[in-house]
Structures are given as structure tokens and as C-alpha cells.
């Protein structure tokens, strides 16, 4: 018997040209859900989605409401290929959990069968938009529009510390806790301008993101209403393993006399406007044992964390076949 795996899926900024091409080529599982994918969006990105991923152009494959699904579509196909080449889909190879970085999350909760691929494309197509049009809005606008300020070497403390500094009457927090000595913060523009000059009074290095918003951050409440909307006529199911969430870096689970399937929809919900507790659910994980990790394609991001976090966990990369 194999070890149970543990899925781990890639959220935005994972993509670049060329993404799913090799699995695309080399499974037929994996080129049906891209076809599938790319006939059920036709013209609404502006261009083909397998179009968009193999051949970009790169400025707007890095534009959100083309990366989400792009990124969801090719991790899903990944997903689909792996089952098939690993004889898992009668649960040979049973899964123990999965987890996913924001975007992330929805491609966990479609591994575990909460809900469908269809239902998540759709999901992710519209978040994407929605966070795209969140970022244009006047409330961001007003403070010179929204940004991300990665800070290198900072603890959690710091970066709080570094937020109470800089946000004045602005908008500017934690967004994603992801490994140690590496915190994003989000907000209004001039608040990270601020809060990188703030960093460097305390001998931390920063880098302004190449983002088009202040993502998890309360400026995407628009984006938030938008989700809730289609979210509440969305079928979720019981997930048929743990689906760890990135708002309380715990599984998915009822609360107070709620079923599952609507904590489900009221986490990613809020998801849009909190930190990603990345960093937290990876060492929630590592206390499970005799399990393979698994990182589905685009990109290695997620091993590369994990070995921030526990040099202990081996995550297996599949950006190409």
C-alpha cells in the first residue's frame, strides 16, 4: 500500500507562458480538462485560455482575471493526469488532505470533491474579474491604488509593528503569512511606500509586488459581495478529505449548528478580505505522518516554502510530467 498523499495547490503568481503545455502533450486526461476549460470560457478572457497559457502574451496572462482561471484550469488538468498515471482514481492511493495558497483553495476543494471543476472555473473566473474590478474601484484609487509590499526577513510581529507605522488613515495589513521571514503586506499604494521606508529604519529589505491590487486586504470587500453572490447558488458538498482553509489555517469544518458546505462559502468569502495563514497550515499539516506531499503544476512555489518552514518535508513538484 503507498502512502496517502497530501495535495498542495498553487495560487496567483505561479503562472507564466508555457504553463500546462507539457501535460497537455503528454496526457489526454489533462487535455480534455483544458479543452473543456477553454470551450466553457470561449471568448470571455479575450483569447483562447490554452491560447493564453501556452503562447501568453505574459502581460496578460499576468493580469488576474486571466491568471486565476488559467492557474485553476492547469493545476486541475495536473491533477486529473496524476490519477490517471497513478492508477488512483478507485482510491488506491487515498488522500489524507489538501491545501491550496488562496486561489489555491478552490483547486483543493474540486481534489476533494467539494465541489465540481466546472462550478470552480466558474467560481475562479468571476473572482478573478471581481478582484480585477475591486482594484480599479475609487476606493482604492484614492490612496493611489492599491499595492503589495513583500517583506523580506520580517517576523510576524514586525510586520504588524511595520503596519501600525506606516497605514495613518489608510488601509494597510498583513495579507499573507507564508513562510518564515516572509510576509506580504496589502494595502493603499502611498501606505506601502510608507511601510517600505519604515522597513528599511529597521534594516528589513522590501520589494513592491507586481500585483494589480491590495489582495486580502479590506479594499476587496466589492470583490467580496460579488463572491458571496455566487457562492450562495453554488453546490458544495462534503469534502471526502480534510480541505485545509487559509483564513484559520485548520480543515474546513461545521460551526455553530452550520453545515460544512456553508462554513465553506463564508471562509472564502472572507478569504478575499484576510491574511493567508500559509505558514500556519503548513506546520498544521506536518504534524500528519506517513504521507507524501504533492504539488501540482504551475510552478514549485509551494516546495519552495515548505523547505522555509519544515527542511524535514520532501513536497514532490509536477510543473511538467
Same mark, same amino acid.
Given at each position: 500500500?503507498?502512502?496517502?498523499?497530501?495535495?498542495?495547490?498553487?495560487?496567483?503568481?505561479?503562472?507564466?507562458?508555457g504553463?500546462?503545455?507539457?501535460?497537455?502533450?503528454?496526457?489526454?486526461?489533462?487535455?480534455?480538462?483544458?479543452?473543456?476549460?477553454?470551450?466553457?470560457?470561449?471568448?470571455?478572457?479575450? $483569447?483562447?485560455?490554452?491560447?493564453?497559457?501556452?503562447?501568453?502574451?505574459?502581460?496578460?496572462?499576468?493580469?488576474?482575471?486571466?491568471?486565476? %482561471?488559467?492557474?485553476? $484550469?492547469?493545476?486541475?488538468?495536473?491533477?486529473?493526469?496524476? @490519477? #490517471?498515471?497513478?492508477?488512483?482514481?478507485?482510491?488506491?492511493?487515498?488522500?489524507?488532505?489538501?491545501?491550496?495558497?488562496?486561489?489555491?483553495?478552490?483547486?483543493?476543494l474540486?481534489? &476533494? =470533491?467539494?465541489?465540481?471543476?466546472?462550478?470552480?472555473?466558474?467560481?475562479?473566473?468571476l473572482?478573478?474579474? $471581481?478582484?480585477?474590478?475591486?482594484?480599479?474601484? %475609487?476606493e482604492? *484609487?484614492?490612496?493611489?491604488?492599491?499595492?503589495? @509590499?513583500?517583506?523580506?526577513? #520580517?517576523?510576524?510581529?514586525?510586520?504588524?509593528?511595520?503596519?501600525?507605522? &506606516?497605514?495613518?488613515?489608510?488601509?494597510?495589513?498583513? #495579507?499573507?503569512?507564508?513562510?518564515?521571514?516572509?510576509?506580504?503586506?496589502?494595502?493603499?499604494?502611498?501606505?506601502?511606500?510608507?511601510?517600505?521606508?519604515?522597513?528599511?529604519?529597521?534594516?528589513?529589505?522590501?520589494?513592491?509586488?507586481?500585483?494589480? =491590487?491590495?489582495?486580502?486586504?479590506?479594499?476587496? &470587500?466589492?470583490?467580496?459581495e460579488?463572491?458571496?453572490?455566487?457562492?450562495?447558488?453554488?453546490?458544495? *458538498?462534503?469534502?471526502?478529505?480534510?480541505?485545509?482553509?487559509?483564513?484559520?489555517a485548520?480543515?474546513?469544518?461545521?460551526? $455553530?449548528?452550520?453545515?460544512?458546505?456553508? +462554513?465553506?462559502?463564508?471562509?472564502?468569502?472572507?478569504?478575499?478580505?484576510?491574511?493567508?495563514?500559509?505558514?500556519?497550515?503548513?506546520? #498544521?499539516?506536518?504534524?500528519?505522518?506517513?504521507?507524501?506531499?504533492?504539488?501540482?503544476?504551475?510552478?514549485?512555489? @509551494?516546495?519552495?516554502?515548505?523547505?522555509?518552514?519544515?527542511?524535514?518535508?520532501?513536497? @514532490?513538484?509536477?510543473? +511538467? %510530467?
Amino acid at each position: 500500500m503507498t502512502n496517502p498523499v497530501i495535495v498542495l495547490c498553487p495560487g496567483q503568481g505561479a503562472q507564466a507562458v508555457g504553463m500546462g503545455k507539457a501535460w497537455y502533450d503528454a496526457s489526454p486526461e489533462a487535455r480534455a480538462v483544458l479543452d473543456a476549460a477553454t470551450a466553457r470560457l470561449g471568448t470571455r478572457l479575450g $483569447a483562447p485560455l490554452t491560447t493564453l497559457c501556452f503562447e501568453g502574451p505574459a502581460e496578460r496572462l499576468n493580469q488576474t482575471d486571466v491568471s486565476q %482561471p488559467a492557474i485553476f $484550469a492547469v493545476a486541475i488538468a495536473c491533477w486529473r493526469a496524476i @490519477l #490517471a498515471k497513478r492508477n488512483m482514481g478507485n482510491g488506491e492511493q487515498p488522500i489524507a488532505a489538501t491545501a491550496g495558497l488562496s486561489l489555491g483553495e478552490y483547486t483543493a476543494l474540486v481534489v &476533494a =470533491g467539494a465541489m465540481t471543476f466546472e462550478d470552480g472555473l466558474e467560481l475562479v473566473t468571476l473572482r478573478g474579474r $471581481a478582484m480585477q474590478d475591486a482594484a480599479d474601484s %475609487p476606493e482604492a *484609487r484614492a490612496g493611489g491604488g492599491g499595492g503589495m @509590499l513583500a517583506l523580506i526577513g #520580517a517576523t510576524d510581529e514586525q510586520a504588524e509593528d511595520i503596519c501600525t507605522k &506606516a497605514r495613518e488613515s489608510q488601509v494597510l495589513v498583513g #495579507a499573507n503569512f507564508n513562510a518564515p521571514g516572509q510576509v506580504v503586506l496589502s494595502g493603499h499604494k502611498q501606505a506601502c511606500v510608507r511601510a517600505a521606508k519604515a522597513a528599511e529604519a529597521m534594516n528589513l529589505r522590501s520589494a513592491m509586488l507586481p500585483v494589480a =491590487g491590495a489582495f486580502h486586504s479590506p479594499l476587496m &470587500a466589492p470583490a467580496a459581495e460579488r463572491l458571496a453572490q455566487a457562492l450562495a447558488t453554488t453546490s458544495i *458538498r462534503e469534502p471526502r478529505c480534510p480541505v485545509y482553509s487559509n483564513v484559520t489555517a485548520m480543515p474546513h469544518a461545521p460551526l $455553530a449548528g452550520m453545515p460544512v458546505s456553508d +462554513t465553506i462559502r463564508r471562509r472564502l468569502v472572507e478569504q478575499l478580505t484576510s491574511p493567508v495563514r500559509w505558514a500556519q497550515t503548513c506546520v #498544521a499539516m506536518s504534524s500528519t505522518t506517513g504521507v507524501e506531499y504533492v504539488e501540482l503544476a504551475p510552478g514549485k512555489t @509551494l516546495a519552495g516554502l515548505f523547505r522555509r518552514i519544515n527542511r524535514d518535508v520532501k513536497v @514532490l513538484t509536477h510543473d +511538467t %510530467p
